[in-house]
């Protein structure tokens, strides 16, 4: 019997069921291959001893014959020829390189030499390999919340399973808002109402079997979103600017593209644009002399949104220059003159306005009386203790200013006052000082026993007073302003060297009296005791 006869008869045996069955021949399958390289479908026998091994394939409709080994040799199929090699010691079957049409069921039948029979069956499932993977997308850039993107991820290549990441996250469908689609060569991810973080990216879409993977390149698409809530800075602005300051209006927003921002002036659009409103572009305008609202508006040009800020609120004040203190230029004099201060500005708004005397709030009273609104004050019959320095203060929300006016009163002089030694001892020294308030100073003159001396000053000094200076010393106190003089007297007596020796002092010798009359109360005392203890003789 030639070869294909025995392969002939036993193909016919297999499929007629008297095979012993077909343990223990082939492994599990389907075995995976890729188009153009080769493939070996390996048995499980060891060192079997055989009579002949036959393969052959079925695509499922039609059984065809690929080889038979009997004797050490084989013979290949005319449709195999060149693309088949069987292993004569175990059956093993290589077959390639691999067409797409090998994909299919491929049996074995074994007949042993004691005439016993195996058969078995294992699938081949000829991949293609994996390629052009590509991502593609509906629309080239979208709105976030409002566009629905598609993505569909194509390649080449067979049994494909795809998946999707952003950048190393992977893609989830939720089976609401994003969806996945997949068949045989595609996969479609749908995202609807998509978010500016779905497609940060790098997105790419994985394609793979069993045998190969590959990788999209990294797709990025550009969600335009926002102007999200938009901040001006700052916030709280003071309720008054001072004008001329370098202050300014900032305002944000996140936004893609990058927002245009407009400025409003209550409510009217002013022509100012850009994220930054200048005081100097709003005293430009005329704004700024009542308080007024702004506001920034920040548009998005894809979104075509346009959103507000907060209101912020504020008027623009002059600031207080100028500050000038004015006063009487006359000669005062207390008890016969008055005084008029007034404070003026030349330049701001004043709202504010403090008097000081001395650095202590000057108060009203029945000589001090304010005009209603604080620009002067008047004082009427000026005293002494008017003298002074005068601080207006002027000050609105954005700034103070001050001016201060001396004032002058003359007065005086008050009563002389002389003071110094009434009793002297030859060749002592005598300072005599004599003291009169008075604005100005008061000028002095001495007189002794009313004989006017050339002592024009506050002290009188003798070095080396006689007898003869004994006597009444008078001191004139004299004001060229006010006419007015006052005068004390003292009256000086020189005495003989230790004339004016003390001695004991009055203390001393009221302590020695107050000693002696204790010391004798003491004696009568003691004396009185011993009486008492010593009996005394009766004459009798």
């Known amino acids: 019997m030639d070869l294909f006869s025995v392969k002939t008869l036993l193909v016919l045996l297999y499929f007629t069921g008297c095979c012993v069955g077909q343990d223990d021949i082939l492994p599990d399958g389907p075995v995976d291959a ?8 390996k048995t499980l026998l060891k060192n079997p001893t055989f009579m002949v091994v036959t393969w052959s394939y079925s695509d499922g409709a039609e059984l065809a014959s690929i080889v038979a080994v009997a004797q050490g040799s084989f013979k290949v199929s005319e449709a195999y020829e060149g693309r088949v090699w069987v292993n004569v010691t175990n059956g093993d079957l290589t077959l390639g390189p691999l067409k797409a049409t090998d994909s299919g069921d491929y049996s074995i039948s074994v007949t ?31 709105i976030e919340n409002n566009s629905t993107v598609i993505l569909t991820c194509s390649a080449k290549g067979s049994f494909l399973k795809f998946t999707w990441t952003n950048g190393t996250a992977p893609i989830v469908a939720d089976g609401k808002r994003i969806t996945l689609k997949e068949d045989e060569k595609s996969s479609m991810l749908t995202i609807t109402g998509v978010l500016r973080t779905d497609l940060v990216g790098p997105i790419v879409c994985t394609a793979a079997n069993k045998l190969e993977t590959e990788k999209s390149a990294a797709f990025n ?66 704004f700024g002399k009542t308080t007024g609202e702004y506001t920034c508006k920040a548009a998005n040009a894809k979104t075509m949104m346009t959103v507000s800020s907060p209101v912020v609120s504020f008027a623009v004040m ?30 701001g708004s004043v709202q504010t306005t403090t008097w000081l005397k001395d650095g202590t709030p000057l108060a009203a009273s029945a000589r001090v009386v304010f005009a209603a609104d604080l620009s002067s004050v008047m004082i009427s019959t000026l005293q002494k203790e008017d003298n002074g320095e005068y601080v207006c203060q002027l000050s609105n929300p954005v700034n103070k200013e001050q001016a201060a006016y001396k004032m002058v009163v003359n007065y005086g002089p008050e009563p002389v006052t002389v003071t110094g030694a009434e009793a002297v001892e030859v060749h002592d020294t005598v300072l005599l000082k004599c003291a009169a308030a008075s604005v100005p100073p008061a000028s002095f003159t001495w007189k002794f026993n009313g004989t006017v ?19 009444t010393y008078m001191c004139e106190a004299y004001n060229a302003v006010t006419g007015k003089t006052t005068s004390a007297s003292h009256f000086l007596s020189v ?15 009221a302590g020695i009296v107050i000693a002696v009359l204790i010391a004798l109360g003491a004696a009568i005392g003691v004396i009185i005791w011993c009486r008492q203890k010593v009996p005394v003789e009766s004459p009798y």
């Open 221 to 286: 698409m550009t969600v335009y979103y926002g102007p999200d809530a938009v901040a001006i800075t700052p916030p709280n602005p003071p309720p008054f600017l001072r004008a001329g300051s370098n202050f300014s209006l900032s305002c944000a927003a996140q936004s893609s593209p990058p927002a245009t921002f407009a400025w409003y002036h209550n409510n009217t659009m002013m022509e100012a644009a850009g994220p930054v409103l200048t005081l100097e572009t709003i005293e430009k305008h005329k």
């Open 112 to 142: 042993f030499s004691d005439l016993s029979t195996k058969a078995a069956e294992i699938k081949l499932q000829v991949l293609e390999p994996v390629s052009d993977v590509v991502i593609k997308s509906n629309m080239p850039e979208a």
């Open 453 to 471: 001396t050339d002592v024009k000053t506050a002290e009188f000094s003798i070095e080396d007073p006689k007898y003869k200076n004994s006597g």
């Open 495 to 509: 005495k003989e060297e230790g004339a004016l020796d003390e001695g004991l002092s009055d203390g001393a010798i």
């Open 34 to 41: 890729i188009v153009g390289r080769n493939v070996t479908l």
């Open 318 to 347: 002059d600031p207080i220059t100028g500050v000038k203190v004015s006063g009487p230029t006359e000669t005062l004099i207390a008890g016969n003159s008055s005084a008029n201060i007034s404070c003026m500005a030349t330049a």
